[in-house]
């Protein structure tokens, strides 16, 4: 390999590995401002007395319409990042494959493989616990979405007084 691949090579994987930080950074970021909007759009409608009140419909139905694109965006940014790990993990097995392996030992690690570390003064080996294996934090968080979403589904409802199955709400 000459020399400029090589430069060439740590560029782009230098740039991979910040557009996947930014990725996830993003993604958090913009989860932390939800979860905010979206309780301070709650505590408005508990706020509310008025079971009938229109305004309880308004709010739930911004609400709705903010758990969607929050939903939305937040699984367009996962699959970014996911877009980047990839993408850096290629350039790491293609160019850097004899010299580092974090981010294709990363895979093997969240895949539920045991990996192996080879430190001089402390050999290591790891491996992700089942339960952090199934419950992936987008998992979690399209949970959360779906969480608030469903309450103000039946906040909507019950405010519209709406007669399910002989039931009113």
């Given at each position: 390999?000459?020399?400029?691949?090589?430069?060439?090579?740590?560029?782009?994987?230098?740039?991979?590995?910040?557009?996947?930080?930014?990725?996830?950074?993003?993604?958090?970021?913009?989860?932390?401002?939800?979860?905010?909007?979206?309780?301070?759009?709650?505590?408005?409608?508990?706020?509310?007395?008025?079971?009938?009140?229109?305004?309880?419909?308004?709010?739930?139905?911004?609400?709705?319409?903010?758990?969607?694109?929050?939903?939305?965006?937040?699984?367009?940014?996962?699959?970014?990042?996911?877009?980047?790990?990839?993408?850096?993990?290629?350039?790491?097995?293609?160019?850097?494959?004899?010299?580092?392996?974090?981010?294709?030992?990363?895979?093997?690690?969240?895949?539920?493989?045991?990996?192996?570390?080879?430190?001089?003064?402390d050999p290591n080996k790891k491996q992700l616990s089942l339960i952090t294996r199934k419950c992936h934090?987008?998992?979690?968080?399209?949970?959360?979405?779906?969480?608030?979403?469903?309450?103000?589904?039946?906040?909507?409802?019950?405010?519209?007084?709406?007669?399910?199955?002989?039931?009113?709400?």
């Amino acid at each position: 390999m000459k020399n400029t691949e090589l430069e060439i090579a740590k560029v782009g994987y230098s740039c991979a590995i910040n557009l996947w930080t930014l990725a996830v950074q993003e993604v958090w970021a913009r989860f932390i401002a939800m979860v905010t909007g979206n309780s301070i759009i709650f505590i408005a409608i508990t706020s509310i007395n008025d079971d009938n009140s229109i305004l309880k419909i308004i709010l739930s139905i911004i609400g709705i319409l903010m758990c969607i694109a929050w939903f939305v965006l937040t699984k367009r940014t996962v699959e970014l990042a996911d877009y980047y790990i990839i993408s850096t993990r290629e350039i790491e097995e293609k160019y850097f494959k004899k010299y580092f392996k974090t981010v294709t030992r990363g895979k093997k690690f969240t895949d539920g493989e045991l990996v192996h570390f080879n430190n001089l003064n402390d050999p290591n080996k790891k491996q992700l616990s089942l339960i952090t294996r199934k419950c992936h934090s987008r998992c979690i968080a399209y949970f959360i979405i779906f969480l608030f979403f469903l309450s103000y589904i039946f906040i909507s409802v019950a405010s519209l007084k709406l007669k399910i199955c002989g039931f009113q709400f």
